[in-house]
């Protein structure tokens, strides 16, 4: 199954494209933080606007729960993405306004506003089809949601003989992933972190058909450790996960995937940036404290696999990075991939920080905008948005 890009477009001078992208970024009192999902999209609005098209932006931001929110206005975003691209962005204040005003770039207002949007509502979708003659999807980030304008828009634009096809964005996210889901050159090593296993038993389960090796650190570690019959003292564990790792640890073994779990911690009583940290067994954390990071053995032993890779995935920080005492191991981790010959890719919103704040974003092949669609794309999951645009 093939995707459909830019490049299935015939003539589109003088033509309106809608274009879906995934402008959720970061903000704070207005002002937008990271602004890496803005700049991925721009070689699609450049090329649409070379090709004499004008470009109709749409985007959600946050989850306003289909309600008006003054703190999740796009205007902002249109306002960074003016500058980024070098021309005038006029940013609309309506979802699906009756009309356009004549500029070449034009950004709608937050989707989510609309309780249509995220209810894959037709009539809802049907207000966005009248705004355009094609529709162009960049949105990586958000193609695992069956929203309005990820779903029922191609498709009614499909229906009534209107293109519908992935912008550069989206091609290129798809032709790495589609790498790491067939024909990875090994040894191939997924690094899997964060907070929660539940968040990543799908993903665990698909990669033990694929990986050589599966390094685990993060809170996530701790479900794995605990399970296994480790003293995790207080570090966060999700105990009604322990048969499902258990079985995962079991399907590993049988089929000659190495799990690699933390060996040493940091560790500490409070997630708090002065608490007093200690470096011990992962396996022997008493009561009162709680594993916040993976320790230098750990690195050591993890950069150790790394270094033999062909193919390395990662998603998912070491620790609790945001704090200097317990970033060195998602640091550590970061340097051993950048370090290595392998093909790189990491996904989600927290690795790809942990990445920026080490300023090591020039070592990896590829640092996917999508946390959540990655993960659900390399689960093999038939993707909402994907979907639409193949054939
Ligand atoms: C994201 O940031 O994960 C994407 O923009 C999708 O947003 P959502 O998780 O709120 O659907
Ligand atoms: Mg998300």
């Known amino acids: 199954m093939s995707l459909r890009t830019l490049d299935d477009l015939g003539d589109v001078t003088g033509v309106r494209a809608f274009l879906r992208a995934d402008l959720n970024v970061p903000m704070a009192d207005?002002?937008?933080?990271?602004?890496?999902?803005?700049?991925?999209?721009?070689?699609t609005i450049h090329e649409l606007l070379e090709r004499g098209a004008s470009v109709v932006l749409a985007s959600h931001l946050g989850r306003p729960k289909g309600k008006m929110r003054e703190d999740l206005r796009l205007a902002p975003v249109g306002a960074r993405l003016a500058g980024l691209l070098g021309r005038e962005v006029v940013s609309v204040p309506e979802v699906a306004p009756a009309e356009l005003p004549a500029a070449s770039v034009v950004l709608l207002e937050n989707l989510r506003f609309e309780p249509g949007e995220e209810a894959n509502d037709v009539a809802f979708a049907g207000r966005l089809a009248e705004l355009a003659d094609i529709y162009v999807d960049d949105a990586f980030g958000a193609v695992h949601r069956a929203h309005a304008s990820v779903s029922a828009l191609p498709d009614l634009m499909l229906a009534s003989g209107r293109p519908a096809v992935a912008g550069r964005l989206v091609q290129r996210e798809v032709e790495v992933l589609s790498r790491l889901l067939s024909g990875a050159e090994r040894p191939y090593?997924?690094?899997?972190?964060?907070?929660?296993?539940?968040?990543?038993?799908?993903?665990?389960?698909?990669?033990?058909d694929r990986v050589d090796a599966?390094?685990?650190?993060?809170?996530?570690?701790?479900?794995?450790?605990?399970?296994?019959g480790g003293a995790v003292g207080d570090s966060l564990v999700e105990p009604d996960r322990y048969d499902d790792v258990?079985?995962?640890?079991?399907?590993?073994a049988a089929s000659g995937v190495r799990i690699e779990l933390p060996t040493d911690v940091v560790a500490a009583a409070e997630i708090d940036a002065d608490a007093p940290v200690q470096t011990m067994s992962a396996r022997e954390i008493p009561d009162g404290l709680k594993g916040l990071d993976i320790g230098p053995q750990t690195v050591a032993a993890f950069a150790e696999v790394i270094a033999g890779a062909k193919t390395v995935l990662w998603n998912g920080p070491m620790g609790v990075f945001e704090l200097a005492s317990f970033s060195a191991g998602t640091r550590g981790v970061a340097e051993a991939v950048g370090a290595s010959n392998a093909f790189s890719v990491v996904g989600g919103g927290d690795s790809?920080?942990?990445?920026?704040?080490?300023?090591?974003?020039?070592?990896?092949?590829?640092l996917s905008t999508g946390g959540g669609a990655s993960l659900e794309y390399l689960e093999g999951r038939a993707l909402p948005g994907i979907t639409i645009l193949e054939g």
Do not use: C, N, Y
């Open 30 to 43: 207005g002002v937008v933080g990271d602004d890496s999902r803005i700049r991925a999209t721009l070689p």
């Open 189 to 208: 090593v997924a690094i899997l972190g964060g907070a929660k296993v539940s968040d990543k038993l799908a993903v665990i389960d698909a990669l033990l």
């Open 214 to 228: 599966l390094l685990v650190g993060g809170a996530m570690a701790f479900t794995l450790l605990a399970a296994d």
């Open 246 to 252: 258990r079985a995962a640890m079991a399907r590993a």
């Open 352 to 366: 790809l920080a942990a990445i920026a704040q080490a300023g090591l974003e020039g070592s990896f092949d590829h």
